[in-house]
């Protein structure tokens, strides 16, 4: 009962798929299932399968493949009826009538999805990928009867010309495949790799086929010996359990031995060992067993009780080395954990008879699938969207937890700003840097599961090109990309506006005399252009030179001749570098809308970047920054604020007050103090204090960089043992 769900094409008859109907559901309605089946008998009679047989086999063998996966009875009779509107020219109205709106939307919606041309070119195939999660969305029904059908077209695949046989294979490679697994549909997702590895790489296939059917008696022996041997050493400790043991599927055997490049002579591994226990405890306490028994392979445990997988997927996976030295792989879980990993989200309908549309509402809120429905809208071009899409399917992720508990998988490698990108794109943004498990991290950081992730930020901070570089998941390379083109746009724009301005004036022109003249027109015409900002925008990034387009306004005097060239390259050069030197201006501070403003910084709050902070006109003096906390920000009227923001190209150092009250301890205060050198940070001075109860209070002004870095001296002197509290002062 527990092994493999063999989904082998069947010569089925309707009686026989109502019985089976009943066995799972027995309040299922067998008169609609029968009259689901006439219709669609009706309406394929003419047809016949590529291999000569009536049409009828493939829906009855799609729904047959339906009720081994649970499914309801709508997604069954869906399946008995997937075919009939795109063959048979019947109208999703008739279907609607006489089935009702949950069968009638199942049909449809695979419809659309066989409408889908899919052609090698990786755009278009992006395009549909993108539909059939849109469809998916709406009911994940339809993608799972999408899948059955699939699953009976690759089982008779042998009967299509070769060439289909490889595109129809590669498709559901890089499709179905993906989306099973997403779906946690383990036992499709298998069989359907299996199928493609047949069809795409014939002598892999059989050569692995006839390696594990050669010795086929023998490996029986052994795995019977094993099974013998694990059940008695449960029995030992009065642990009962289903033991199993079977050849694993070849498509997993040829993925090992592409990744390790090993030759068919060296895979060891041939065998998989399932331990079926009743609760949680067992499952822990056998791998104990199991552990004690032979010797396990290190590295290759994993914990997926305590982590799940994405999908839902639970189990603990170990390989151990088994009886004649062999490795054997052993996978330990729950009777329903072993449910969810064969039928994945298809178990949800099981006891959930005419309540499929509700569960599907449900699934609609995995997480994976509104992400997905993000980028639909974030990404423009299909190939990225494809890219995106592919690269989170197929990694195997790591788990990491947020400080509040919650549990995110990241692609493997993924570091601190991947995680903060998954959070949410403006965490990201200004990411400084990560506590991981309490400990300060640099961005470079990787992640692995199980870590606890902090994320810290800072007002000040913004992307850069170096993070690109720095980040695995396609999630956040495409946000930050997303933030440079558009700072760099704007800053392009900005130049070449001001240029073109500059320019003119130098001719007494203007933007608003040539425009009234439409004298742009031309230019931009012959520029192949489209708009004013476009040509600023040329002008700025360089594409498009100044004196081309001064040459080209009819008004403009501009002739190629020593002055005027020395006059606009003059300007060029002054604009173009005072935009640069206003991004690293020496300031800690941007004001807003001012240039060249002194600016300090407040006695009584003493800001740090990376703090909120406001402004003040101070007159005679400049400009002085509170912290937004500040009581003098409380108390000073509103009309002399200015909006300011930390610079983030500067980087001086600014004091900062730390109060640490702590347990009287002999030497204390030379502890505190190594600690906070240790870290690269200078202390400008101590004021130390005794306190009632055996306390001592201590002040330490110390010079930071940022906020960032105060926070990790504060995390440093927290984590001392006599350390009751740090605080700033
Ligand atoms: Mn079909």
């Known amino acids: 009962m527990y092994h493999r769900i063999d989904f082998s094409h069947e010569d089925i008859t309707i009686d026989e798929l109502a019985r089976r109907v009943k066995s799972n559901h027995p309040d299922a309605d067998i008169d609609l299932l029968k009259r689901a089946y006439e219709f669609a008998e009706l309406h394929h009679r003419p047809q016949k399968r590529s291999s000569g047989e009536p049409y009828i086999?493939?829906?009855?063998?799609?729904?047959?493949?339906?009720?081994?996966?649970?499914?309801?009875?709508?997604?069954?009779?869906?399946?008995?009826?997937?075919?009939?509107?795109?063959?048979?020219?019947?109208?999703?109205?008739?279907?609607?009538?006489?089935?009702?709106?949950?069968?009638?939307?199942?049909?449809?919606?695979?419809?659309?999805?066989?409408?889908?041309?899919?052609?090698?070119?990786?755009?278009?195939?992006?395009?549909?990928?993108?539909?059939?999660?849109?469809?998916?969305?709406?009911?994940i029904r339809v993608i799972i009867v999408k899948l059955a059908d699939r699953m009976h077209n690759m089982l008779t695949l042998q009967y299509v010309s070769k060439e289909k046989q490889v595109k129809k294979a590669q498709e559901t490679l890089d499709i179905y495949v993906p989306l099973a697994s997403r779906l946690g549909i383990n036992s499709v997702k298998s069989e359907l790799e299996d199928l493609c590895l047949r069809f795409l790489h014939p002598e892999t296939y059989y050569r692995l086929a006839e390696k594990v059917s050669m010795k086929k008696h023998e490996r029986e022996e052994y795995i019977k010996d094993c099974v013998l041997l694990v059940k008695d050493k449960f029995l030992e400790y009065a642990v009962k359990a289903d033991v199993y043991g079977r050849p694993k599927h070849f498509y997993s055997i040829y993925k090992k031995m592409n990744n390790r490049e090993v030759d068919f002579e060296q895979i060891q591994d041939l065998l998989a060992f399932r331990v079926i226990v009743d609760n949680i405890t067992e499952c822990y306490k056998c791998l104990g067993i199991i552990h004690s028994s032979f010797t396990p392979i290190p590295g290759r445990f994993k914990d997926y009780i305590a982590i799940p997988k994405v999908n839902g997927y639970q189990s603990?996976?170990?390989?151990?080395?088994?009886?004649?030295?062999?490795?054997?792989?052993?996978?330990?879980?729950?009777?329903?954990?072993?449910?969810?990993?064969?039928?994945?989200?298809?178990?949800?309908?099981?006891?959930?008879?005419?309540?499929?549309?509700?569960?599907?509402?449900?699934?609609?809120?995995?997480?994976?699938?509104?992400?997905?429905?993000?980028?639909?809208?974030?990404?423009?071009?299909?190939?990225?969207?494809?890219d995106v899409v592919k690269n989170d399917l197929d990694a195997e992720g790591i788990f990491v937890f947020t400080p509040s508990g919650d549990v995110r998988e990241l692609r493997y490698g993924a570091g601190p700003l991947d995680f903060a990108y998954a959070v949410h794109t403006q965490v990201g943004h200004t990411c400084v840097g990560a506590k991981v498990n309490g400990k300060m991290v640099s961005l470079k950081h990787k992640l692995k599961s199980g870590d606890t992730v902090e994320i810290l930020t800072s007002k000040s901070q913004t992307p850069n090109k170096d993070w690109v570089k720095l980040v695995k998941t396609s999630k956040a390379r495409t946000k930050i990309k997303q933030y440079l083109l558009k700072v760099d746009r704007e800053k392009n724009l900005e130049i070449g506006t001001e240029i073109l301005e500059k320019s003119l004036k130098e001719y007494n022109s203007s933007f608003k005399v040539l425009e009234k003249k439409n004298e742009f027109k031309k230019v931009l015409d012959s520029l192949n252009l489209k708009t004013i900002e476009e040509l600023c925008l040329s002008i700025g990034s360089k594409r498009v030179n100044i004196k081309k387009v001064?040459?080209?306004?009819?008004?403009?005097?501009?002739?190629?001749?020593?002055?005027?060239?020395?006059?606009?390259?003059?300007?060029?050069?002054?604009?173009?570098?005072?935009?640069?030197?206003?991004?690293h201006k020496d300031n800690a501070v941007i004001v807003d809308g001012l240039d060249d403003i002194v600016v300090r910084m407040g006695k009584c709050c003493n800001p740090i970047p990376g703090d909120p902070i406001t402004g003040f006109i101070t007159r005679g003096r400049g400009i002085t920054i509170h912290?937004?906390?500040?009581?003098?920000?409380?108390?000073?009227?509103?009309?002399?604020?200015?909006?300011?923001?930390?610079?983030?190209?500067?980087?001086?150092?600014?004091?900062?007050?730390?109060?640490?009250?702590?347990?009287?301890?002999?030497?204390?205060?030379?502890?505190?103090?190594?600690?906070?050198?240790a870290q690269g940070v200078n202390i400008k001075g101590a004021i130390a204090k005794s306190l009632p109860d055996l306390k001592g209070s201590f002040l330490f002004e110390v010079e930071v960089k940022d906020y960032s870095e105060f926070l990790k001296v504060i995390s440093i002197i927290e984590a001392m043992e006599e350390v009751i509290s740090a605080n700033r002062a």
């Open 57 to 139: 086999i493939h829906p009855l063998n799609v729904a047959a493949t339906l009720i081994k996966l649970q499914m309801d009875l709508e997604s069954i009779i869906g399946g008995l009826l997937h075919d009939v509107v795109e063959d048979c020219d019947v109208s999703e109205d008739e279907i609607l009538e006489k089935f009702g709106r949950g069968i009638a939307d199942i049909v449809i919606g695979c419809t659309k999805i066989s409408k889908i041309k899919f052609k090698t070119k990786e755009e278009s195939q992006a395009e549909n990928f993108r539909k059939m999660v849109v469809a998916m969305a709406k009911d």
């Open 316 to 386: 603990l996976h170990t390989t151990v080395i088994g009886p004649k030295a062999e490795r054997i792989e052993i996978q330990i879980r729950t009777y329903e954990m072993h449910e969810v990993a064969e039928t994945g989200v298809a178990a949800h309908w099981k006891y959930k008879e005419g309540g499929g549309s509700s569960g599907a509402k449900q699934l609609n809120k995995l997480k994976w699938v509104e992400e997905l429905m993000e980028y639909d809208r974030d990404i423009q071009k299909s190939s990225e969207f494809m």
């Open 550 to 583: 001064l040459e080209l306004l009819p008004s403009i005097d501009y002739v190629e001749e020593d002055e005027s060239k020395k006059k606009i390259d003059t300007l060029f050069n002054k604009v173009a570098g005072a935009a640069k030197k206003s991004a």
């Open 627 to 677: 912290t937004m906390k500040c009581e003098r920000v409380r108390q000073s009227d509103d009309l002399r604020k200015v909006d300011v923001a930390w610079n983030s190209a500067y980087s001086f150092r600014h004091a900062v007050a730390i109060r640490v009250i702590t347990h009287d301890r002999p030497g204390i205060l030379s502890r505190i103090t190594n600690n906070i050198n």
